[in-house]
């Protein structure tokens, strides 16, 4: 299994996103079977992806919980035709006994949305493993987050939220330089909220880390362009070149492709990477 690429600031990293899911926003239901998974994990990473996000039980706006069972027999299969592939995993998952078992299948990232605070027994399990750990801010839970979100000041409250979880995350053994932050593009926000976001990303390099923001086809795009979920890609690049202006250091994308080519000349003109 490959190793997630040391953050060494030279490029912006791309996290592509694949949904194992009937009900995701954007690809739920594409790949129904897990070896059309397994091959679309292999092509985002032929496309460019420095590491793959998987999820098997969807966090879009409204969207029920599923059982921890039948989170794993969607994603295991999957997990279980990639090895020995030599591509770097995420799992995008809040259960304990879920991640231990991704974990156990070469999987290297945990993408917690509760940032730990979904299963007492998460922080353990990753602290356990060694493992890169993203802490995502939400307002809610997937349910109820997009019922009339509300902030006094929503960049100085998300980095309260970090202070405090990367506080438990390192007094209960997580190593710090193995964390990562997202301010939750999407997730109890409303438009004015992300793009407030967008604008301010690079207030949340105070922390001294990775900072991943994701943002690829979400309904802030839609509503801003009047577009639906299948044609916002312009959208998504325009997203994607703000956070890179911004201090992002990594980016959540499912058209890996189109938002490298973004990523690498926002890169450019930011001047991580060097031009005569």
Not at 12 to 21: E, F, Q, S
Not at 209 to 223: A, E, F
Request: glycine share 10%; aromatic share 6%.
């Amino acid at each position: 299994m490959a190793a997630i690429e040391p953050l060494t600031g030279t490029h912006t990293l791309i996290m592509g996103a694949c949904n194992v899911t009937p009900d995701s926003f954007y690809d739920g239901g594409k790949f129904s079977s897990p070896a059309a998974a397994a091959d679309h994990v292999r092509g985002l990473a032929e496309d460019g992806a420095d590491v793959i996000d998987i999820g098997g039980e969807s966090s879009r706006p409204g969207s029920d919980p599923v059982t921890v069972a039948d989170e794993q027999a969607r994603l295991y299969p999957v997990l279980d035709q990639l090895t020995g592939d030599g591509i770097a995993l995420s799992v995008d998952t809040f259960h304990a006994e879920t991640a231990r078992g991704a974990l156990a299948r070469g999987v290297q990232m945990v993408n917690d949305i509760t940032a730990l605070r979904g299963d007492p027994e998460m922080v353990g399990v990753v602290a356990e493993a060694h493992c890169e750990c993203v802490l995502m801010h939400m307002q809610g839970d997937p349910k109820r987050m997009q019922n009339a979100p509300r902030y006094d000041d929503i960049v100085d409250e998300i980095c309260g939220f970090f202070e405090e979880r990367l506080a438990y995350a390192t007094e209960n053994g997580i190593a710090e330089d193995r964390i990562w932050l997202d301010p939750g593009f999407g997730f109890g926000k409303t438009v004015g909220h992300n793009m407030t976001l967008l604008r301010k990303l690079s207030e949340f390099q105070r922390f001294g880390r990775p900072v991943l923001i994701g943002t690829s086809n979400k309904s802030t795009i839609g509503l801003v362009l009047d577009l639906p979920v299948d044609d916002r890609l312009e959208g998504t690049a325009a997203t994607v070149a703000a956070a890179v202006l911004n201090g992002a250091d990594a980016v959540r994308v499912h058209d890996v492709t189109s938002m490298k080519r973004v990523a690498v000349m926002a890169d450019a003109i930011v001047g991580k990477t060097q031009y005569e």
